[in-house]
């Protein structure tokens, strides 16, 4: 399994993006997608996560600004994030396993990363 993290930029405060996290080698639909971040000197820490049946779960931090959805279709998970601030400042990183969790040492699979800078 595969996972290829695109969409990252540079964007000033307030404004938003869409993390795309494309996914080969296995359907989607066999695990939980989850989004996780680390900020530099900081640990990586989860973000969201959706359940095959697109349940979705979310860190306090970016509730009501990010929007995790999955199209099983094109075999990708998309994050939107809105109202960016400048402690959104990380890499993200899209990572797969069979159940949920929110702990990154859980999960199987990940992606490269794709660098979020907010400028303030």
């Known amino acids: 399994v595969q996972l290829q993290a695109s969409g990252g930029g540079l964007v000033q405060a307030g404004n938003s993006l869409r993390l795309s996290c494309a996914v080969s080698?296995?359907?989607?639909?066999?695990?939980?997608m989850g989004w996780f971040r680390q900020a530099p000197g900081k640990e990586r820490d989860f973000v969201a996560a959706i359940r095959w049946s697109a349940g979705t779960y979310y860190a306090d931090s970016v509730k009501g600004r990010f929007t995790i959805s999955r199209d099983n279709a094109k075999n990708t998970v998309y994050l939107q994030l809105n109202s960016l601030k400048p402690e959104d400042t990380a890499v993200y990183f899209c990572?797969?396993?069979?159940?949920?969790?929110?702990?990154?040492?859980?999960?199987?699979?990940w992606g490269q990363g794709t660098q979020v800078t907010v400028s303030s």
């Open positions: 990572a797969a396993r069979a159940g949920y969790s929110m702990k990154a040492d859980d999960y199987d699979y």
């Open positions: 080698g296995r359907t989607i639909s066999s695990y939980v």
